[in-house]
């Protein structure tokens, strides 16, 4: 009896045994099959445009995937060795468990990808190509007063009259006193939110210049503070984020030209919930531009700083590489730059340029009493993770100020 509850309590044991090894190899089997999947999909979903430092190449790590480069850049001889430029194109090959190859990726890989951080204020004056209808009124005629004829709306750019440039006012002006009463319109060509189109306008004569007028006023030129993400070697910088756009229609407008002018923050407006606060700053010394915008677009404001703006360099980290966790921004809200920690809550894969790359929010207690969160005029803040440049701050959120999105710098760099 003893040696039968004996072999009984022996066979007992090892069923439990083999059932505590079978669940071990279940769960094995099942993480091994979970981290398989993730690593395709991961890989599955990269973009074609992939644009990578030599640091991000190096750092490619997929669980049971593995990766391998074959360079595609013709090579050149340089003192007798084989080199490459500054950039190389690649073909990355994707291998499960190093045997089987799924998938290939091209790339371009650099060798050095960085920049001096930005962080500080600068005013911005982006001359229009074309003259922006920024009011639609009336005309005080000789009748009294007016609302002439027109398919105008407030935000279109006004870009031709009657097939002549539209410069500015001035030309605006000109081209109206060649207006005669036989002409019975003038044919416009608008940009108006991205598409050009053609419209019609009939001009009438103000009582008090005798000149013909459309009843609107115009700008040429639009002007604001923004925050400088990053600057190069030769000057060249990135900041914003997002376009200078019209008020009326949030159209970006267009514009290859204007200056850069030195910049101090003068004091901002808290924030509260479902009114974001706003930074306020003013141009110093408007007589002397400090640099030239050579570009405005969805994705920020570009140009070049003639005076030596460098600060602390750092590598831009790859898109690929951005994770949701603690991060630090690194903006101006009174006479200094000063760097804010943050939050990183998710991340978009993004395969084209394009806005909403993450959302962010502020975890830094200094800055939440400060300004209650991310303010107006704070577009362009570089985002920094793990000691590189990796995104910027473009939006707030109006149902909460705490939160907002940012860009990659990878579409801005």
Not at 3 to 32: A, E, I
């Amino acid at each position: 009896m003893v040696l039968f509850r004996r072999q009984r309590s022996l066979n007992n044991m090892k069923t439990r045994v083999k059932v505590g090894l079978s669940l071990v190899l279940l769960f094995v089997f099942f993480f091994v099959i979970y981290q398989v999947t993730a690593s395709i999909v991961y890989v599955v979903r990269l973009p074609d445009n992939l644009i990578l430092s030599q640091a991000d190449l190096d750092e490619f790590n997929l669980m049971f995937v593995a990766v391998s480069t074959n360079n595609t850049s013709e090579e050149v001889m340089s003192d007798g060795v084989f080199a490459y430029s500054a950039s190389r194109d690649v073909e990355l090959s994707f291998k499960l468990f190093n045997i089987f190859n799924f998938r290939k990726k091209s790339a371009t890989v650099e060798e050095k990808r960085e920049a001096y951080i930005g962080g500080y204020p600068i005013g911005l004056s982006a001359k229009i190509d074309g003259i922006l209808v920024n009011n639609i009124g009336t005309v005080e005629t000789y009748a009294g007063k007016i609302k002439p004829k027109s398919d105008l709306v407030e935000g279109d750019v006004i870009l031709k009259i009657n097939d002549k440039k539209i410069e500015n006012s001035n030309t605006l002006s000109d081209i109206l006193n060649e207006f005669t009463p036989e002409c019975e319109f003038v044919r416009l060509t608008v940009l108006r939110r991205g598409d050009e189109i053609k419209l019609k306008a009939t001009p009438v004569i103000e009582e008090v210049t005798g000149r013909y007028k459309l009843g609107i006023t115009v700008k040429d030129s639009v002007e604001g503070i923004g925050t400088v993400s990053f600057a190069k070697e030769d000057g060249s910088f990135g900041s914003l984020g997002h376009s200078m756009s019209s008020q009326a229609n949030n159209a970006v407008l267009p514009s290859n030209k204007g200056d850069v002018y030195a910049c101090k923050i003068s004091g901002f407006e808290k924030g509260t919930k479902g009114n974001p606060g706003e930074l306020r700053g003013v141009f110093v010394d408007v007589q002397n531009p400090i640099g030239s915008i050579s570009k405005n677009c969805m994705l920020g404001v570009f140009g070049t700083l003639e005076k030596d703006y460098q600060t602390k360099k750092y590598p831009i980290g790859s898109r690929l590489g951005v994770k949701p966790g603690k991060a630090k921004i690194k903006t101006t809200i009174g006479n200094e730059s000063e760097y804010y920690n943050i939050e990183i809550i998710k991340t978009t894969n993004q395969n084209t340029p394009q806005e909403k790359g993450m959302l962010i929010r502020i975890t830094d207690k200094k800055l939440l009493s400060q300004t209650g969160g991310i303010l107006q005029g704070m577009s362009g803040s570089p985002i920094v993770q793990n000691g590189k440049i990796i995104g910027v701050v473009t939006h707030v959120l109006n149902s909460d100020q705490t939160k907002g999105y940012g860009l990659y710098l990878d579409w801005m760099y």
